[in-house]
């Protein structure tokens, strides 16, 4: 069955950076669009980054934009999510996901405070 595991959460001052990892099993990997999304607590499912299947297209809403950069490593069933310069506002549990299904993993917490 499908497997999401992501990890590199953690507490980070404002203006700081992180960089999440998922990996990903029981699926064909390299074929399936992947996605990072995130909820903050009392707040509904925001999209924050997808990129297609071949890694070389990636779409970003306007809050991530610019400062988030989402990438993937086919040979290991891995995608990424690089966040930089973090604000209060990033605040919440980021959960990667294929791009077509709503299925998400555990999620990694995202806490950025002073």
């Known amino acids: 069955q499908v497997q999401l595991v992501e990890s590199g959460g953690g507490l980070v001052q404002p203006g700081g950076s992180l960089r999440l990892s998922c990996s990903a099993s029981?699926?064909?990997?390299?074929?399936?669009?992947m996605s990072w999304v995130r909820q903050a607590p009392g707040k509904g499912i925001e999209w924050v980054s997808s990129i297609n299947p071949g890694g070389d297209r990636a779409g970003y809403p306007p809050s991530s934009k610019d400062r988030f950069t989402i990438s993937r490593d086919n040979a290991k069933n891995m995608v990424y999510l690089q966040m930089n310069k973090l604000r209060p506002d990033d605040s919440a549990v980021y959960f990667c996901?294929?791009?077509?299904?709503?299925?998400r993993g555990p999620g990694t917490q995202v806490t950025v405070s002073l």
């Open positions: 029981g699926f064909n990997f390299s074929a399936e669009a």
């Open positions: 996901k294929k791009t077509s299904s709503v299925e």
